[in-house]
């Protein structure tokens, strides 16, 4: 058993805070949001991600294993031996990383490190561009502990796969378990934290430095994403010839070296992630004077499907001053999560065309409200789909492909799908994406 502690305490620092005390560990997350911070020491989880409530129940709170704690305070961190930076790694205007608020919480660390005599581990869990563990974050640890890496404390670079809405899943099955360190203590410490997951799961381990493990995260996201854009653009070329994409992304995904995953062609990806981090990557690129010209079409394909999504329904209905539904809001079934959904291109695009949206999603709605307060949001798929003069479907929640007579209610039945949720039925006019 190890004591850790996990700064930032977000989709990804709650999950691994949660799944780490499961395995056997005593964990505190650390956190600036007070109400996080409440919320878990009630034994509640603070996002909504499949699992994590139970977990967190069984591990804070009253009545728990009392395994997991958390604090708004840095203090906690010196009754550990080793500090996971879980931290929003978001993008400047130019896409390029903003480094600011890891290195606001490296310099906090540093400075409460200092008390401590005692070794030290640093893992930086945040997805950093290559280069930033070993040149801007050791650097400020070691300024504010007046310590060195390596000598007084360790640092390593552990990049997380989990996906939204099967975090506590994609966490406890990896399918491998990257451990990036510049020193044999740090990468020591990184197994004694991970050896009761790599035993559980027996996810095959992959052992290197820091700058290695933070591109083998870039890498990963962006060939995801790129294979998604493949296939939307291929299947933009179906739907162009009157083919369905899924029938030849079924017969694609027979060749091994192709794969089924992630063949799913529609109105392209969005989340907290895929966006952020190829942008980031193909600005460091850029910055390295290469041009990342796959990379740069792979995201420009992802930017058109909305328009198209929009344009399918043009052909079919004038939407403006006419009522139009809008089916998902969240970047994907399973979460409350908007970030770059693409729900927001198509409210946008909506908007400009002058429609009266009414949206629905099961729960990311108190989300998308603070992004769009002024659009009408619905409990139920239902009462959006009546009276509207068209529907457009951006997420593939179970609420929504189980719909059926539902569409009988539209004033006009045209349903625009982007992620081939709904069956072709009579009674409506349907076009699919790429299909
Ligand atoms: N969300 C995912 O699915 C996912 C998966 C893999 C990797 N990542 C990466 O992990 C990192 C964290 O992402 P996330 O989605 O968990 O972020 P998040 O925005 O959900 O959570 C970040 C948390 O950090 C807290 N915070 C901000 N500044 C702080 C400070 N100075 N001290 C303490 N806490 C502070 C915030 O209050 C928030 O609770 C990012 O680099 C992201 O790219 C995310
Ligand atoms: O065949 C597919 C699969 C996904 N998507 C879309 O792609 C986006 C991302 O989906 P997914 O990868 O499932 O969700 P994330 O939670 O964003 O997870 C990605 O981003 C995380 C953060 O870096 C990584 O940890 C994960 O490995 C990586 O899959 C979503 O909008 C999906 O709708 C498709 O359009 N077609």
Same mark, same amino acid.
């Given at each position: 058993? @190890?004591?850790?502690? !996990?700064?930032?305490?977000?989709? +990804?620092?709650?999950?691994? &805070?949660?799944?780490?005390?499961?395995?056997?560990?005593?964990?505190?997350? !650390?956190?600036?949001?007070?109400?996080?911070? $409440?919320?878990?020491?009630?034994?509640?989880?603070?996002?909504?991600?499949?699992?994590?409530?139970?977990?967190?129940?069984?591990?804070?709170?009253?009545?728990?294993?009392?395994?997991?704690?958390?604090?708004?305070?840095?203090?906690? +961190?010196?009754?550990?031996?080793?500090?996971?930076?879980?931290?929003?790694?978001?993008?400047?205007?130019?896409?390029?990383?903003?480094?600011?608020?890891?290195? &606001?919480?490296?310099?906090?660390?540093?400075?409460?490190?200092? &008390?401590?005599?005692?070794?030290?581990?640093?893992?930086?869990?945040?997805?950093?561009?290559?280069?930033?563990?070993?040149?801007?974050?050791?650097?400020?640890?070691?300024?504010?502990?007046?310590?060195?890496?390596?000598?007084?404390?360790?640092?390593?670079?552990?990049?997380?796969?989990?996906?939204?809405?099967?975090?506590?899943?994609?966490?406890?099955?990896?399918?491998?378990?990257?451990?990036? =360190?510049?020193?044999?203590? &740090?990468?020591?410490?990184?197994?004694?934290?991970?050896?009761?997951?790599?035993?559980?799961?027996?996810?095959?381990?992959?052992?290197?430095?820091?700058?290695?493990?933070?591109?083998?995260?870039?890498?990963?996201?962006?060939?995801?994403?790129?294979?998604?854009?493949?296939?939307?653009?291929?299947?933009?070329?179906?739907?162009?010839?009157?083919?369905? =994409?899924? #029938?030849?992304?079924?017969?694609?995904?027979?060749?091994?070296?192709?794969?089924?995953?992630? /063949?799913?062609?529609?109105?392209?990806?969005?989340?907290?992630?895929?966006?952020?981090?190829?942008?980031?990557?193909?600005?460091?690129?850029?910055?390295?004077?290469?041009?990342?010209?796959?990379?740069?079409?792979?995201? #420009? !394909?992802?930017?058109?499907?909305?328009?198209?999504?929009?344009?399918?329904?043009?052909?079919?209905?004038?939407?403006?001053?006419?009522?139009?539904?809008?089916?998902?809001?969240?970047?994907?079934?399973?979460?409350?999560?908007?970030?770059?959904?693409?729900?927001?291109?198509?409210?946008?695009?909506?908007? =400009?065309?002058?429609? #009266?949206?009414?949206?629905?999603?099961?729960?990311?709605?108190?989300?998308?409200? #603070?992004?769009?307060?002024?659009?009408?949001? +619905?409990?139920?798929?239902?009462?959006?789909?009546?009276?509207?003069?068209?529907?457009?479907?951006?997420?593939?929640?179970?609420?929504? @492909?189980? /719909?059926? $007579?539902?569409? $009988?209610?539209?004033?006009?039945?045209? +349903?625009?799908?982007?992620?081939? =949720?709904?069956?072709?039925?009579?009674?409506?006019?349907?076009?699919?994406? @790429?299909?």
């Amino acid at each position: 058993m @190890t004591r850790l502690s !996990v700064i930032g305490s977000g989709y +990804v620092g709650t999950t691994i &805070a949660a799944c780490f005390a499961d395995l056997g560990h005593g964990v505190i997350n !650390v956190d600036i949001d007070q109400e996080i911070v $409440d919320t878990i020491n009630d034994g509640s989880a603070p996002i909504h991600e499949d699992g994590l409530a139970e977990l967190v129940a069984e591990h804070a709170g009253p009545n728990s294993t009392g395994r997991l704690e958390a604090t708004t305070d840095y203090e906690a +961190v010196l009754d550990t031996d080793v500090t996971f930076l879980c931290l929003p790694t978001p993008q400047n205007g130019d896409g390029s990383i903003d480094l600011s608020i890891m290195e &606001a919480a490296a310099d906090q660390l540093g400075a409460t490190l200092a &008390a401590k005599d005692a070794w030290h581990t640093v893992i930086v869990k945040s997805t950093v561009v290559p280069g930033s563990t070993e040149e801007d974050i050791t650097p400020i640890l070691e300024s504010a502990s007046d310590d060195t890496a390596g000598d007084e404390f360790g640092v390593g670079m552990n990049p997380e796969f989990l996906r939204e809405g099967t975090a506590v899943r994609d966490f406890l099955n990896p399918d491998k378990v990257v451990l990036g =360190a510049d020193d044999d203590r &740090a990468l020591e410490d990184m197994y004694s934290v991970f050896d009761p997951l790599i035993d559980q799961s027996d996810a095959p381990v992959v052992e290197t430095d820091t700058r290695t493990a933070e591109m083998i995260k870039y890498a990963n996201n962006s060939f995801l994403a790129s294979k998604i854009s493949l296939i939307n653009d291929i299947g933009n070329i179906c739907k162009e010839f009157g083919i369905d =994409a899924y #029938e030849v992304a079924d017969a694609i995904a027979l060749d091994d070296r192709i794969g089924e995953q992630f /063949l799913r062609s529609g109105v392209g990806w969005g989340g907290s992630c895929f966006p952020k981090d190829t942008a980031a990557i193909r600005a460091a690129a850029r910055n390295k004077d290469y041009e990342p010209a796959m990379l740069d079409a792979a995201t #420009e !394909v992802n930017n058109r499907q909305p328009d198209r999504l929009l344009s399918l329904m043009d052909n079919h209905v004038d939407v403006a001053g006419k009522q139009v539904a809008v089916l998902g809001l969240a970047f994907k079934p399973g979460t409350d999560d908007i970030r770059n959904s693409r729900a927001i291109p198509v409210i946008e695009g909506l908007q =400009a065309r002058g429609a #009266e949206i009414v949206a629905y999603d099961p729960v990311a709605i108190e989300n998308m409200r #603070e992004r769009f307060p002024d659009i009408e949001y +619905v409990d139920t798929p239902a009462t959006a789909l009546s009276e509207a003069a068209a529907a457009l479907v951006v997420t593939d929640w179970e609420e929504i @492909t189980a /719909l059926d $007579d539902e569409f $009988d209610a539209m004033s006009t039945p045209v +349903v625009v799908d982007g992620r081939r =949720a709904i069956d072709r039925r009579d009674g409506i006019v349907y076009e699919g994406l @790429t299909w």
